[in-house]
């Protein structure tokens, strides 16, 4: 079946510093999620990207889709307290509507 | 986007009760998803709850653990039955909003003792 195959499993980085983790697959995904989730709380949904190549914005995140739809990054500028988390990429199965799970990226900031 | 509540947040409970969450959402949506999260993993689909018609489960999941009711359009049950330490996880429910992908609820943190 479609896998999502998540890179780095965990970054300690300072703050200040930029960001950067991405997904690929095996096979071709029509739409890439990024989420984050902050301890106790469900996933959010940061960016969705639907078109190859699309690179796709939100204040300090930056998410593209790859051009083959096999892959995509996620970057974070300039990195803050708050932006400690996991950080999980999703995409929906051809076949239906369930979503494939990255395994997550957790995010750990340097006091 | 969906706005989902989701109750209790958080329990401790003796092994061999059960618990039932639940999850309201502020919309009505066709399909509303049950997830299941271990300490430091990534998330597991438990079920897939249809109004109307009884739940779909996934591979290692079965409905006498894990029986579902979904009354209504904007309402669902998740039970964890005859509770082991091995479910102590956080469980999360999901709905889809057209384009915009999922949205869950705050998660449950089940722990049993």
Redesign the interface.
Known sequence: GQQLNQSPQSMFIQEGEDVSMNCTSSSIFN?W?WYKQDP??????LI?L?KAGELTSNGRLTAQFGITRKDSFLNISASIPSDVGIY?C?GPQDSN???I????TKLIIKP | SAV?S?KP??DICQRGTSLTIQCQVDSQVT?M?WYRQQPG???T?IA?ANQGSEATYESGFVIDKFPISRPNLTFSTLTVSNMSPEDSSIY?C?V?SG?????????T?LTVV
């Open positions: 739409t999620l106790g709380e469900g996933p959010v949904l969705a639907y999980f999703a509507y369930q979503l799970w990255g395994a997550g | 989902i989701q947040s958080r399909m998803f993993q990534s998330l689909l897939t999360l999901s889809l384009d915009e992908g999922a949205f869950f609820g705050q998660g943190r």
